[in-house]
């Protein structure tokens, strides 16, 4: 039975409310899926804009969480510690990591020439480099 919930957080809330992701029907975050994820408007450290969808009971959730509760939730599936994968995006510290620069490792692939005229960027792996605002750099391919 719906109930109409109180204002949580009252008109001019200076800071927003971590809640935690979970299901409220099931009692449980076993059956979360994760919708989205992003960074609070304005970015707060820590915290993150989640949108999840509880799959046992179909209800939709949509609420600011601890980046440690979304790790719990994403690290299950086993993503390097410390960094969440999703939807394309790298978040490290609350936020998606923005490409600081991309390169190319030298993966040489030996061709039929040694002509340096040849364009070497069809034999070097090209990759991007993700880096937070904490300093945090990781290189991925791209
Ligand atoms: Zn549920
Ligand atoms: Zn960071």
Known sequence: MPTISDPIVPDGASHP???RIWCGNCRTAEHVIMD???PL???VTGLVDVAYTCVECDTFYAHPATFQDVAAILNQRG???GV???GGEYIHCGEPMKISGTGFHSVYAP???????????DVYLATKVLQCRCGFRMELPS
Not at 111 to 121: C, I, Q
Request: charged share 30%; no cysteine; hydrophobic share 40%.
């Open 17 to 19: 409310r971590a809640e």
């Open 36 to 38: 989205s994820i992003e």
């Open 41 to 43: 408007k304005p970015p």
């Open 79 to 81: 993503t390097v510690r």
């Open 84 to 86: 969440l994968q999703f």
């Open 111 to 121: 061709m039929s020439t040694e002509d340096p005229a040849v364009d070497l960027l």
